[in-house]
């Protein structure tokens, strides 16, 4: 089909080796040597559609996706498996940790390889990819655990599949009478949206199941016009939409970056669900800020900006140990039926009787 045709040829144009970068003057050739070493261990590849912004010197999107030096020092804190997918992993490809959901995750590959990415110790690499066989262990074992009602595709990104693969493995999981909703968790809207075509439409509105999308993305700078028309066709043919962002230094840490990056959310119907604190994986140190101050900036949102815009903060603790969605504004049981509040407008301290 010509559509797949237009996708797969602008995901051949990104940029995937130092020699481009370099050749672009988007990192030094006095950096290559050092540079390689970050390549040898973590993928490379830049969207074509943020090339020319990120040699105008655009930072928000540099930082996510031009390898860096400081990739190679790692912290003994850091895991390369910073939230203990394989401790509920039961099957190849499955990770079943809360008991009415699993993730499954078809594919390694993505569409782009971000610096700070949690599963960059797999992604990028075809070898990682599940194989036929396991797949279809994987299948019966979401068949044969009735307590699933949602199955996430993630990975890697479950879009970059190709429309043939991706209809039977949706065909599979439709076949499952007790799974009743099917989430994707993907970045392909903001850094390949030509892969949004009429045929991937057609093939997710197939499926007899509700279709939830979570897309990933972490500046305002993403919500090109090409990335709107995306979403605006998703939204459109009633696929409801979420964003998922990873609260990173110099990209959304400050009030304004961060303000932006939701209100334009809100404004394309994209509705902001989790914030996540990065994880610890290996050589992302340079993009973590304190907690506290992660606090505080997710704190300030309340009252200044809509409701709308607000998402929970998260933190995946390492071990496997589970989501945790950090309040920002506690009620405190101070005594016996007398709760202490602070109030969003001002900060200041006000007590009231409930039970
Ligand atoms: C994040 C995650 C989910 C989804 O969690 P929600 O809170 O429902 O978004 C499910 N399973 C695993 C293993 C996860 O890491
Ligand atoms: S798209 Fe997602 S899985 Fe792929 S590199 Fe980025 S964060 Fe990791």
């Known amino acids: 089909m010509i559509s797949e045709k237009n996708w797969a040829k602008e995901l051949a144009k990104s940029l995937i080796n130092l020699n481009q970068l370099a050749e672009k003057s988007i990192v030094p050739a006095s950096d290559l040597q050092d540079l390689q070493k970050v390549k040898d261990t973590f993928d490379i590849r830049v969207p074509n559609l943020f090339i ?7 930072n928000a999107l540099a930082k996510q996706f031009i390898p860096s030096k400081n990739e190679i020092i790692f912290l003994p804190e850091e895991l390369e498996d910073p939230i203990g997918d394989s401790r509920w992993s039961p099957v190849e490809g499955i990770v079943h940790r809360y008991p009415d959901r699993v993730l499954f995750k078809p594919t390694y590959l993505c569409g782009v390889y971000c610096r700070f990415c949690f599963r960059r110790n797999k992604v990028s690499d075809s070898a ?17 655990h009735k307590e699933i009602w ?8 479950p879009l970059v599949l190709t429309d043939k693969i991706l209809q039977k493995l949706l065909e599979e999981i439709s076949s499952i009478e007790h799974v009743k909703i099917l989430r994707f968790h993907t970045r392909i809207p903001s850094v390949l949206p030509s892969r949004v075509t009429d045929s991937l439409i057609q093939i997710l509105k197939n499926t007899n199941k509700s279709i939830w999308i979570a897309v990933h993305m972490n500046s305002s700078e993403e919500f090109t016009e ?11 043919n009633g696929i409801p939409v979420v964003l998922q962002s990873v609260l990173l230094k110099d990209i959304n840490d ?5 303000v932006s990056l939701l209100k334009s959310a809100i404004e394309n119907r994209v509705k902001p669900y989790y914030i996540h604190y990065p994880d610890l994986a290996k050589g992302t140190e340079h993009f973590r800020i304190p907690l506290k101050r992660a606090i505080e900036l997710i704190k300030g949102l309340r ?5 709308l815009c607000i998402p929970h903060l998260i933190i995946d603790i390492p071990g496997g140990n589970g989501k945790i969605a950090i309040n920002t504004h506690t009620a405190r049981e101070s005594k016996k039926n007398t709760w202490e509040f602070e109030s969003p407008l001002d900060g200041t301290k006000i007590t009231v009787q409930y039970p």
């Open 52 to 58: 020319d912004d990120i040699v105008k010197g655009n």
């Open 128 to 144: 990682n990819n599940i194989k036929s066989d396991n797949a279809k262990i994987a299948i019966d074992y979401i068949k044969s």
């Open 150 to 157: 949602e199955v996430i595709l993630t990975g890697g990104d």
């Open 226 to 236: 090409e990335a709107k028309t995306a979403l605006a066709k998703l939204i459109d």
């Open 254 to 258: 400050t009030n304004i970056q961060l």
């Open 303 to 307: 009252g200044q900006i809509s409701g």
